[in-house]
């Protein structure tokens, strides 16, 4: 049964494509009100906004908060309340990647990476959980990684970064398992989207490879499936865990990686 999120609202962050913008369709279409955040300014994401809004009858407003920006990131949460009145849903999904030998790693990259992918949603969850605490309600997701729990070469910043998403989502779940708030973070394995095919030239570059054996003998080698996740899987495992049928689900690392960390 699909939870009915009607009067909620959900910040979700990197959201103007790819896993973020189908949890925030989902999430729309479950009837909670959205803030969608990503790259670009406002008119060049008005597009996206006004599509989430027609489709599914919700509110939905731009947030072009820089996840690189510890008060920018305060500063979403903050318009969301103002806005809405509550945030009861967030969901940290804002990533980068690169890849490189640790050697030849840019410490610009490892910072950006780690900012980003981890410390960004450090600063939305002190941001955000006061407010969830107050009313005894909130869901607090995370797209971590199938890297999350296991590593692979030359993604020295990403494997950290998702690392510390998945200790991050334990340690807050402990500290709000009394007051009604739940912090997950769901690891799919490869998911088709902008980022894993930015990531496939780089890939090619520091293995010789070509793009065929790319996709075939890295990417989905690790995949026993040998199919990609889907953005609609991920999305419909965070409307899951925002339903009550997950009340009791807190400091979980859902894996999704078609048995890929089964290995």
Same mark, same amino acid.
């Given at each position: 049964?699909?939870?009915?999120?009607?009067?909620?609202?959900?910040?979700?962050?990197? /959201?103007?494509?790819?896993?973020?913008?189908?949890?925030?369709?989902?999430?729309?279409?479950?009837?909670?009100?959205?803030?969608?955040?990503?790259?670009?300014?406002?008119?060049?994401? *008005?597009?996206?906004?006004?599509?989430?809004?027609?489709?599914?009858?919700?509110?939905?407003?731009?947030?072009?908060?820089?996840?690189?920006?510890?008060? *920018?990131?305060?500063?979403?949460?903050?318009?969301? =309340?103002?806005?809405?009145?509550?945030?009861?849903?967030?969901?940290?999904?804002?990533?980068?990647?690169?890849?490189?030998?640790?050697?030849?790693?840019?410490?610009?990259?490892?910072?950006?990476?780690?900012?980003?992918?981890?410390?960004?949603?450090?600063?939305?969850?002190?941001?955000?959980?006061?407010?969830?605490?107050?009313?005894?309600?909130?869901?607090?997701? /995370?797209?971590? &990684?199938?890297?999350?729990?296991?590593? /692979?070469?030359?993604? /020295?910043?990403?494997? &950290?970064?998702?690392?510390?998403?998945?200790?991050?989502?334990?340690?807050?779940?402990?500290?709000?398992?009394?007051?009604?708030?739940?912090?997950?973070?769901?690891?799919?394995?490869?998911?088709?989207?902008?980022?894993?095919?930015?990531?496939?030239?780089?890939?090619?570059?520091?293995?010789?490879?070509?793009?065929?054996?790319?996709?075939?003998?890295?990417?989905?080698?690790?995949?026993?499936?040998?199919?990609?996740?889907?953005?609609?899987?991920?999305?419909?495992?965070?409307?899951?865990?925002? &339903?009550?049928?997950?009340?009791?689900?807190?400091?979980?690392?859902?894996?999704?990686?078609?048995?890929?960390?089964? =290995?």
């Amino acid at each position: 049964m699909t939870p009915d999120l009607k009067g909620r609202t959900a910040v979700v962050t990197g /959201s103007t494509s790819g896993i973020g913008l189908a949890i925030a369709e989902t999430l729309a279409g479950a009837g909670a009100n959205i803030v969608i955040n990503g790259l670009g300014t406002p008119e060049e994401n *008005e597009p996206i906004r006004a599509k989430i809004e027609t489709d599914y009858g919700t509110k939905c407003i731009f947030s072009p908060a820089n996840m690189l920006k510890p008060d *920018e990131i305060a500063g979403m949460i903050t318009t969301a =309340q103002a806005t809405f009145g509550t945030v009861d849903i967030l969901v940290n999904n804002a990533g980068i990647q690169h890849v490189a030998p640790v050697e030849e790693f840019a410490a610009e990259k490892w910072n950006a990476i780690i900012a980003i992918n981890l410390s960004a949603a450090f600063h939305a969850m002190s941001a955000a959980v006061a407010g969830m605490k107050k009313q005894k309600w909130g869901r607090i997701i /995370s797209t971590a &990684s199938a890297h999350s729990l296991v590593a /692979s070469p030359f993604k /020295s910043a990403y494997v &950290s970064a998702k690392h510390g998403i998945a200790g991050l989502t334990k340690t807050v779940a402990l500290e709000c398992a009394e007051a009604g708030v739940t912090v997950n973070c769901i690891s799919p394995g490869y998911v088709w989207t902008p980022l894993v095919e930015k990531q496939i030239p780089d890939t090619m570059k520091a293995r010789g490879l070509t793009r065929d054996e790319v996709i075939n003998d890295v990417l989905l080698s690790a995949q026993p499936t040998k199919q990609f996740v889907t953005v609609e899987q991920v999305a419909e495992t965070a409307l899951f865990l925002c &339903s009550d049928a997950a009340a009791n689900i807190t400091g979980a690392n859902i894996v999704m990686d078609g048995g890929w960390t089964a =290995q």
